[in-house]
């Protein structure tokens, strides 16, 4: 069970877990835009599930769905522009990986975008200084559902991330296993008694 992180209610430092008493759990995707982006976005429809996604700037495409996805009611956050740990830059290159990820996001979507996830979870004074000097709302998690990992099967995605306490962040990617693993994850944490952030709701974070 992974549910062994920190618990964070501090905006300022990132939000690890749902704050209030909700009593939700939210689903994230990780390092798309890509391939799978329109498969997982039909899954969360089909079960009215609200996915937050937090894409690199440098994947950014046209042609990937990301009007099906905004109109279907989830949210994309940004991932910085490229994956690189952000706590091994200078300030004026963090200045550039969170500016240029949010302001491309932007162009492409025509919305102001407010959530930043940092690549790795890496995070530092400068880059929590920078994030909020951009008004970006900065997202952690507490699960990990370990779906980065090539070891891990859907099976064993599930196993992990359908212990997700309430109020819980999970962790996951924009990856073929991922698309396996989704329904039956979802499916699991409603048997375990998990109500997952339906479409129509707002992400709770102020
Ligand atoms: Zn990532």
């Known amino acids: 069970m992974s549910d062994g992180v920190e618990v ?22 990780d390092d798309g835009p890509g ?38 009611g989830h949210e994309i956050g940004t991932h910085a522009h490229q994956h690189v740990d952000l706590t091994r830059l200078k300030p004026e290159h963090v200045r550039y990986q969170l500016f240029t990820g949010k302001r491309e996001l932007e162009r492409l979507t025509g919305q102001k975008i407010s959530y930043f996830r940092p690549p790795y979870g890496k995070i530092n004074t400068t880059v929590r200084t920078v994030a909020s000097e951009l008004e970006l709302t900065t997202v952690l998690w507490n699960i990990s559902s370990y779906d980065w990992d090539p ?31 989704l329904p039956r994850l979802i499916e699991s944490l409603r048997a375990n008694g998990r109500h997952l952030l339906s479409r129509s709701d707002r992400l709770p974070f102020s």
């Not at 905006?11 to 690890?16: A, D, L, T, V, Y």
């Open 35 to 72: 391939r799978q982006t329109a498969d997982i976005v039909s899954i969360l429809n089909h079960y009215d599930v609200k996915g937050l996604f937090f894409w690199q700037g440098h994947l950014l495409h046209h042609k990937r769905p990301f009007q099906n996805l905004l109109q279907s």
């Open 8 to 29: 964070n209610f501090n905006s300022n430092e990132g939000w690890s877990r749902l704050p209030g008493k909700t009593g939700c759990v939210l689903l994230t995707f």
């Open 151 to 181: 070891h891990m099967t859907a099976e064993t995605i599930v196993e992990r991330a359908a212990n997700a306490g309430t109020n819980s962040i999970v962790l996951l990617h924009e990856r073929k296993v991922t698309v396996q693993a």
